[in-house]
């Protein structure tokens, strides 16, 4: 059974801090990474992908993948109020796209 | 607006009632396919379609049906729904497979007692 693995949480940081989301997947062959941003009672939204090992910034989120140890990161630096969400990991291989079941963020004022 | 719309957003059914989840995109996609959403399972696809007239299971096609007469419209179909499928279902659509963004409609939240 393929997965991808995420802690459910939530993660709570302190508005301005850099919040760590980490997500592992079993399936070596995964080729790319998605994060997902889901707000309560809503649909999902892209955030970032990943294709190739190393660090991906787009604004203030970085996305870092290390497909030897099956690890990919999002990194949400100066966090928000508004960035509270839940984040959702997916992981792509030829057709199935697998996601996690999401880490809750809390980032109080 | 691009958009994915799915009606209704609400829907509480009786056992074996024969309902449909309508989905509809505005960008010309090829891929459509559903997800359901349950808590400690994340989102898993139930069936998916590459284009007009072609589809296929995903992970959980049981108690489901689908059907793509037309680029833009993807229905869900459940012939005779049962408590096990209160979920939250998604429709998502992408320009083609899966190794791209997907763009999701706003949800139904079905409930069947």
């Known amino acids: 059974q393929k997965e991808v693995e995420q802690n459910s949480g939530p993660l709570s940081v302190p508005e301005g801090a850099i919040a760590s989301l980490n997500c592992t997947y079993s399936d070596r062959g995964s080729q790319s990474f998605f994060w997902y941003r889901q707000y309560s009672g809503k649909s999902p939204e892209l955030i970032m992908f990943?294709?190739?090992?190393g660090d991906k910034e787009d604004g203030r989120f970085t996305a870092q993948l290390n497909k030897a140890s099956q690890y990919v990161s999002l990194l949400i630096r100066d966090s928000q109020p508004s960035d509270s969400a839940t984040y959702l990991c997916a992981a792509y291989n030829t057709d199935k796209l697998i996601f996690g079941t999401g880490t809750r963020l809390q980032v109080f004022p | 607006e691009a958009q994915v719309t799915q009606n209704p957003r609400y829907l509480i059914t009786v056992t074996g009632k024969k309902l449909t989840v309508t989905c509809s995109q505005n960008m010309n996609h090829e891929y459509m396919s559903w997800y359901r959403q349950d808590p400690g399972l994340g989102l898993r696809q139930i069936y998916y379609s590459m284009n007009v007239e072609v589809t296929d299971k995903g992970d959980v096609p049981e108690g489901y049906k689908v059907s793509r007469k037309e680029k833009r419209n993807f229905p869900l179909i459940l012939e005779s729904p049962s408590p096990n499928q209160t979920s939250l279902y998604f429709c998502?659509?992408?320009?083609?497979?899966?190794?791209?963004?997907?763009?999701f409609g706003q949800g139904t939240r079905l409930t069947v007692v």
């Open positions: 990943i294709y190739s090992n």
């Open positions: 998502a659509s992408t320009p083609t497979g899966l190794n791209t963004e997907a763009f």
